[in-house]
């Protein structure tokens, strides 16, 4: 199990850090929307995008590839994928932005 192999110093940070965020968060947002917001900038970036495109080098690396021409499209996808992420933790950060400027 990871958490066993991991020193207990940076275990006890991570672990206070997320606490505080979640706690910090519920305090803070008017709607579970904007989570979910955040969720789906992550979630789609990644299945959309990376998962493909990592997979289809990590083959290449694996087995061998001759054209190059795949290789080109797979980190085209990977910048896609920064910028489709950015945009959508913009709009993210926005809608948190709004419902903290609504709840007070």
């Known amino acids: 199990m990871a958490y066993k192999d991991m020193r207990?110093?940076?275990y006890v940070i991570s672990?206070?850090?997320?606490?505080?965020?979640?706690a910090t968060l519920g305090i803070l947002l008017y709607d579970i929307s904007?989570?979910?917001?955040f969720l789906s900038?992550?979630?789609?970036?990644?299945i959309a995008?990376?998962?493909p495109a990592g997979y289809y080098l990590m083959a290449i690396k694996k087995y061998g590839h001759k054209g190059e021409s795949w290789k080109t499209?797979?980190?085209?996808f990977v910048v896609l994928g920064v910028f489709n992420f950015v945009v959508?933790?913009?709009s993210a950060v926005i809608g948190v932005v709004a419902s903290i400027k609504a709840k007070a």
């Open 41 to 46: 900038a992550v979630g789609c970036t990644c």
């Open 15 to 22: 672990t206070l850090g997320l606490f505080w965020s979640q």
């Open 88 to 90: 959508g933790l913009f």
């Open 73 to 76: 499209s797979a980190y085209v």
């Open 8 to 10: 207990t110093s940076l």
């Open 49 to 51: 995008f990376w998962f």
């Open 34 to 37: 904007n989570v979910f917001n």
